[in-house]
């Protein structure tokens, strides 16, 4: 159902002239709270472009010299997929580049794991200023959000796959 959404949301964001970012952090797997988030990150078309690289590098860095897999610091999704690529139960952050090809990155240490990484690096990414990534993230009103979700459903309705289940 994932891939649904996201097939659709790609086709939404298509037809803005966006390309979209797909960051996923999956943490406290073997502690019974498990958690994961999934970011949808429409962009340009050269941002787009740029990010496996930025990626790659941010992810290459993300932990310290003295991790366990060095070797595997990023690991190409392309022909396996992400579930294919790491073992079941391992903490991961994944960004998948539209509907194909991602990097994952297993998480050594979660304690020294940055889990804003993936927002770091599209401030980077869309040369935003760098304060922009130590706001604190705004909470606005409910009318405002239920206003924002409706317009959002309006959007997608044209592209929502589970219309056809009806």
């Known amino acids: 159902e994932v891939r649904n959404f996201q097939k659709c949301l790609i086709q939404m964001f298509m037809t803005a002239g966006k390309e979209v970012l797909f960051l996923e952090t999956a943490t406290n797997l073997t502690a019974h709270k498990h958690h994961a988030v999934m970011e949808v990150i429409p962009v340009g078309q050269e941002a787009f472009a740029k990010s496996p690289m930025y990626f790659k ?14 070797a ?13 690529s ?3 139960n391992f903490p991961y952050m994944y960004v998948q580049f539209g509907y194909g090809n991602g990097f994952v990155h297993v998480i050594d240490d979660e304690r020294k794991f940055n889990k804003d ?6 401030v980077g990414l869309l ?13 606005d ?11 959002f459903r309006k959007q997608f309705a044209p592209y929502d796959w589970t219309k056809a289940l009806d």
Not at 72 to 84: D, H, M, Y
Not at 127 to 139: F, I, N
Not at 141 to 151: D, G, I, K, P, T
């Open 117 to 122: 990484l993936g927002r770091q690096v599209i």
């Open 127 to 139: 040369k935003l200023p760098a304060e922009v990534m130590h706001r604190k993230q705004r909470v």
């Open 141 to 151: 009103a409910a009318a405002v959000q239920a206003s924002m979700a409706a317009q």
């Open 86 to 88: 790491i073992p079941p």
């Open 57 to 70: 590098k941010a992810l290459q860095e993300a932990e310290s010299d003295w991790s366990q897999h060095a």
């Open 72 to 84: 595997k610091a990023v690991i190409e999704t392309k022909s396996k997929g992400l579930r294919g």
